[in-house]
C-alpha cells in the first residue's frame, strides 16, 4: 500500500518564476492538504482540497494556487516566486477532512529560490 | 488566531533519561491533539492523539501525553529515551468541528546520546 508521494524531490528555481508541485495520495483518501516549512518552523497550512474544490485556505497570497483532479492527486502551483517561498512543502492526505481525520503525509518537495 | 507553543527548540538527554516536551496550544473551543515524529530523513508521522476521554494517552514506542485542559496543555512524555528517538517532534492540534486542518508548533529537536 503506497503512502503518500510528491515529486520532485527537489527543486531549484530563481526569483520571478512559477513552479508546479504534484502529489498522490495514499491509496483510499480523498483529501489533500498542502503545507509549507520553513527551516527551523513547523509546518504552515496553505489549503485543503476535496472534490476538487479548495474547501479551506491559510494566510498564504494568491500566488499559491492548486488543483485536485478526479484521482485525487493534487498540484500545487507558485507564481512570481520570492527567496521567502524556500521552504519544504509537504503534502498530506486523509479520508475524509473533518477534525478526527488522521492525516498522512509525504516526504516532502524541497524548493530554493534562488 | 490559534496557535501552539513549543518550549523547547532543542533538547539533548543521555541514553535511559526521561523526557518531557511542553506544548501549550491558544484557543478557547474544543481542540483535537496531536503530536508528530520526524525521524532524520523521513516524513512527519502520528505518534499519538488526544480526542477526548482519558486525558492520559498512549502512543507508538512508548511515548504517552498528558492533556490538562486548565493549563491549555498538551505535554508529550517518556520514561527512558533511546538513541533512536533522536528526531524533530511537533505538536498539533485542529479545531473539533472543523476540518482537519493541523495547526503546528515551531518544533522541538531532540538528540540523544548513547
Known amino acids: 500500500d503506497a503512502g503518500v508521494t510528491q515529486s520532485p524531490t527537489h527543486l531549484i528555481k530563481t526569483r520571478g518564476q512559477q513552479v508546479t508541485l504534484r502529489c498522490s495520495p495514499k491509496?483510499?483518501?480523498?483529501?489533500v492538504s498542502w503545507y509549507q516549512q520553513a527551516l527551523g518552523q513547523g509546518p504552515q497550512f496553505i489549503f485543503q482540497?476535496?472534490?476538487?474544490?479548495?474547501?479551506q485556505r491559510g494566510n498564504f497570497p494568491d500566488r499559491f494556487s492548486g488543483h485536485q483532479f478526479p484521482n485525487y492527486s493534487s498540484e500545487l502551483n507558485v507564481n512570481a516566486l520570492l527567496l521567502g517561498d524556500s521552504a519544504l512543502y509537504l503534502c498530506?492526505?486523509?479520508?475524509?477532512?473533518?477534525?478526527?481525520?488522521?492525516?498522512?503525509f509525504g516526504p516532502g518537495t524541497r524548493l530554493t529560490v534562488l | 488566531a490559534q496557535s501552539v507553543s513549543q518550549h523547547n527548540h532543542h533538547v539533548i538527554l543521555s541514553e535511559a533519561a526521561s523526557l518531557e516536551l511542553g506544548c501549550n496550544y491558544s484557543?478557547?473551543?474544543?481542540?483535537?491533539l496531536f503530536w508528530y515524529v520526524q525521524y532524520p530523513g523521513q516524513h512527519l508521522q502520528l505518534l499519538l492523539k488526544?480526542?477526548?476521554?482519558?486525558?492520559l494517552v498512549k502512543g507508538i514506542k512508548g511515548f504517552e501525553a498528558e492533556f490538562i485542559k486548565s493549563k491549555f496543555s498538551f505535554n508529550l512524555r517518556k520514561p527512558s529515551v533511546q538513541w533512536s528517538d533522536t528526531a524533530e517532534y511537533f505538536c498539533?492540534?485542529?479545531?473539533?468541528?472543523?476540518?482537519?486542518?493541523?495547526?503546528f508548533g515551531a518544533g522541538t529537536r531532540l538528540a540523544v546520546h548513547p
Open positions: 498530506a492526505s486523509s479520508l475524509g477532512g473533518t477534525s478526527f481525520n488522521e492525516q498522512f
Open positions: 491509496s483510499g483518501h480523498d483529501t
Open positions: 482540497y476535496y472534490e476538487e474544490e479548495e474547501r
Open positions: 484557543y478557547g473551543g474544543t481542540v483535537n
Open positions: 488526544y480526542f477526548s476521554g482519558d486525558p
Open positions: 498539533a492540534v485542529t479545531l473539533s468541528g472543523g476540518y482537519n486542518k493541523l495547526i
